[in-house]
Structures are given as C-alpha cells and as structure tokens.
C-alpha cells in the first residue's frame, strides 16, 4: 500500500470519527456475511455505527486524536472493528451487548462452541477500559438524575435545619407569652379583691 493510500484512509478515518471519544472495540472474523449484515443494521437502528479499521492505521489514527489506546494492547489483536453512538459508553456498551445477545440472532452470533463475535474492550471518553466497567458506567440521564438528587438532597437537609430551630424559637415565644399573660392574671385581680375588703369594712 503507497504512502498516499494509507494516508487517504487515515484521513477518512480521523474524519468519520471526528470528535468520538467514546467506543467499543470488536472482533468478528468468525462472523458471516448475513451475520455482519444483520449486525449492522441492527445497531443501525439503535444509532450505533460499525466500521472495520486496519489495526497498524487505527492505531495511527488513535495516536493523533489523543485516544490513549498503547501501541501494545490487545485491541490490536485479531481483525478490529469500532462501534459508536449513543449518548453515553454505557448506552453504547448496552446497545451492543444486547443486539448480541437478542436470542432472535443466536445462531447468527454465536455456535454452541463459542462467540463469532468478541468484545476486546471500551474506550469511554479517550481511556481504554473493560467492558464490563462501561456496561456499570452511568448514562447521561443517570448521571443527570444523580447530579439532580445529589442537589435537593443537601438541599432538604438545610430546609429541615432551618425549620427545626425555627419551630423551636415559635414554641417557646408561645410558652412565655402563656406564662406572661397566665403570671399577669392574678397581679391585676388583686387590686380589685383588696377594694372589695375595704369597702366591706
């Protein structure tokens, strides 16, 4: 292959994945023709891509969009192929896991023997990861709603702090005002019982 062939395809490789940072890294050399069709398509509908890279130019490519895959990892062995989509590594990772494991394809898929399609791995913003990390990662509606009650949590914390003192504070101005009017009763009726004595006398 001519200098000026691999970089085209590099270039049109940094071009189709530009701004991806998240990804899963498979292996489908087992795979039929029909099977990769239906894989395809499949994700396609969920918004997943799939595209089969050159190992030596991927890991170019990967070089210079700062993606930290090492020159030596076992990503690079057997034919690869990159997944993308979704708005998350873990919708991504969950996208591709269940198409794989949807039992209408099985036979597609999988022998009684063993995969005809394997998972290296995940990229998950840049930084290779396991699989079965990106599958735990939290989608972006997760990790929204966690950011949303890690919000009104110490929010509800301060409001029953600031409620409690103040209901306290109420209580007791209402026990001394009480005591107040309670201890101011007898002083005025006392006036009125010695004018009663008197003028019995």
Do not use: H
Not at 12 to 27: A, E, G, H, I, P
Not at 61 to 80: E, H
Not at 144 to 159: F, K, R, W
Request: charge should be positive.
């Amino acid at each position: 292959m001519s200098k000026a062939v691999k970089e085209m395809q590099m270039n049109d490789l940094k071009r189709t994945l530009d701004n991806v940072r998240d990804l899963v890294v498979l292996s489908a050399d087992r795979l039929s023709a029909q099977g990769e069709y239906t894989l395809r398509a499949n994700l396609r509908k969920k918004g997943v891509r799939l595209r089969q890279v050159k190992n030596s130019l991927c890991r170019l490519v990967f070089r210079q969009m700062n993606l930290a895959v090492p020159d030596d990892s076992p990503y690079w062995l057997k034919p690869t192929i990159l997944a993308w989509g979704g708005n998350s590594i873990a919708e991504l990772s969950r996208e591709v896991q269940g198409e794989l494991r949807n039992p209408k394809n099985a036979g597609l898929y999988r022998t009684k023997e063993a995969e005809k399609v394997q998972i290296k791995g995940a990229i998950a913003d840049g930084t290779p990861v396991s699989f079965d990390v990106a599958l735990k990662m939290p989608t972006r509606e997760e990790l929204l709603a966690q950011i949303v009650g890690m919000i009104i949590g110490p929010g509800a914390q301060l409001a029953a702090c600031l409620e409690g003192p103040g209901a306290q504070l109420a209580s007791q101005l209402k026990q001394l005002a009480e005591k107040t009017e309670g201890e101011g009763a007898p002083g005025e009726g006392a006036p009125a019982e010695d004018a009663a004595a008197t003028t019995a006398g």
